[in-house]
């Protein structure tokens, strides 16, 4: 794989993010909706950039198999951070890295959190382990960056609204120039 810059980010997302993201939206409506709400709730731009690259990962399994792939668990929150280590800070890719487990978290501590997900989440929670066993939640809270992860996960459950207006990608360009570490 080639080294990430904002360029071949811009790529992925003008080549992938038409893909659906599910059964509502697109993969880049989700992402930028995901920043819209990082912004919205005052986020600094660290997790505003992971906000709207968290689930950069699915574009290479789209780019891969010519589409999303629901039925096995590819983490593509370690694929995602992985692609974006060398750009971006620790903070950006270890909150991209844990927001699949800030979800089994939410499932496992936050009554009410499981019934309100979407179908697909609901699915691909299944494929992902599960919600987190108690001995499995207080690891998951002692280490560094987990409640940005949850933080990000709640946009996450919420970026999927049909035809919401947000800012479009380019609004986040010079943002993710700033907070990047080698451009
Ligand atoms: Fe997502």
């Not at 989700?30 to 920043?35: E, G, P, Y």
Request: proline share 3%.
């Amino acid at each position: 794989m080639t080294p990430a810059s904002i360029d071949s980010v811009l790529e992925l997302y003008s080549s992938f993010g038409n893909e659906n993201y599910d059964e509502d939206v697109s993969q880049l409506a989700h992402a930028l909706q995901c920043a819209a709400l990082a912004s919205r709730d005052g986020a600094n731009e660290e997790l505003i950039a992971a906000a709207l690259l968290h689930d950069i990962g699915h574009l290479f399994e789209i780019q891969r198999n010519n589409g999303p792939d629901h039925q096995t668990d590819l983490r593509h929150e370690h694929a995602g951070a992985e692609f974006l280590r060398g750009l971006f800070p620790e903070s950006v890719t270890t909150a991209i890295a844990l927001h699949v487990e800030a979800k089994r978290y939410l499932a496992a501590n936050e009554l009410d959190y499981f019934d309100a997900l979407s179908l697909g989440s609901k699915r691909s929670l299944e494929v992902q382990g599960g919600p987190f066993t108690a001995q499995e939640s207080s690891a998951f809270l002692a280490r560094k960056g987990s409640s940005d992860a949850v933080a990000l996960r709640r946009w996450d459950d919420h970026g999927k609204v049909i035809d919401l207006a947000v800012p479009e990608f380019a609004t986040w360009i010079p943002l993710l120039k700033r907070v990047s570490i080698s451009e």
